[in-house]
């Protein structure tokens, strides 16, 4: 099983560069996620999507954008890259709010 | 405010050693608690959950609602215990995704 995949796996962007991390499940669930770990600070919530057509903001949006036009994708978007950006992202899935997550292998970005 | 504090970064024990990792939440309603773990370039994957009262791979958890916590204990730690491990909040009310605590990790000397 597939599961939660995530691309690319590690990228380096200059600033102003904008990029988009791919997010793809094949589980069917309602419920996906995107988040950025911070050396220390954990896992921060930056967008969620309940359902297709339905996002909403997380702690830490600004700066990005999803979008949610199917069940199984969910891509996070960053239009002018900022150093403050370099984080390693991690993509979610989930029946409801309150079963198993399923993440993503992660994607280790670099702004310089 | 949904919050959750894990007050150790690192946890250094010896192996055989009881292990402990500290995790302690805010919230006012009735909390959904969960343990997630990382281990080395493994994805992040799902413990345990107070709901279910698992013991999984000797690890268990206890919700006390009077002292808002629930941490993680192992009464005898292994080497392949190492790994990061993350306490996490479910939804509630105008929340609709988990928050994390910021992490522990946890080292098994031999």
């Known amino acids: 099983n597939a599961g939660v995949t995530q691309t690319p796996k590690f990228r380096i962007l200059k600033i102003g560069q904008s990029m988009t991390l791919q997010c793809t499940q094949d589980?069917?669930?309602?419920?996906m996620y995107w988040y950025r770990q911070d050396p220390g600070m954990g896992l921060k919530l930056i967008y969620y999507s309940v359902g297709a057509g339905i996002t909403d903001k997380g702690e830490v949006p600004n700066g990005y954008n999803v979008s949610r036009s199917t069940t199984e994708d969910f891509p996070l978007r960053l239009e002018l890259a900022a150093p403050s950006q370099t984080s390693v992202y991690f993509c979610a899935s989930s029946a409801t709010v309150n079963t198993e997550a399923f993440f993503g292998q992660g994607t280790r970005l670099t702004v310089v | 405010a949904q919050r959750v504090t894990q007050p150790e970064k690192l946890l250094s024990v010896f192996k055989g050693a009881p292990v402990e990792l500290k995790c302690n939440y805010s919230y006012s309603g009735s909390p959904e608690l969960f343990w997630y773990v990382q281990y080395s370039r493994q994805r992040l994957q799902l413990l345990l959950r107070?709901?279910s009262r698992e013991s999984i791979k000797g690890f268990t958890a206890d919700l006390n609602k009077g002292e808002t916590s629930f941490h993680l204990k192992k009464p005898f730690a292994q080497e392949e215990d190492s790994a990061m491990y993350y306490c996490a909040l479910g939804g509630g009310t105008g929340r609709r995704a988990l928050t994390f605590g910021s992490g522990t990790r946890l080292q098994v000397q031999p």
């Open positions: 589980m069917n669930h309602n419920y």
């Open positions: 107070h709901i």
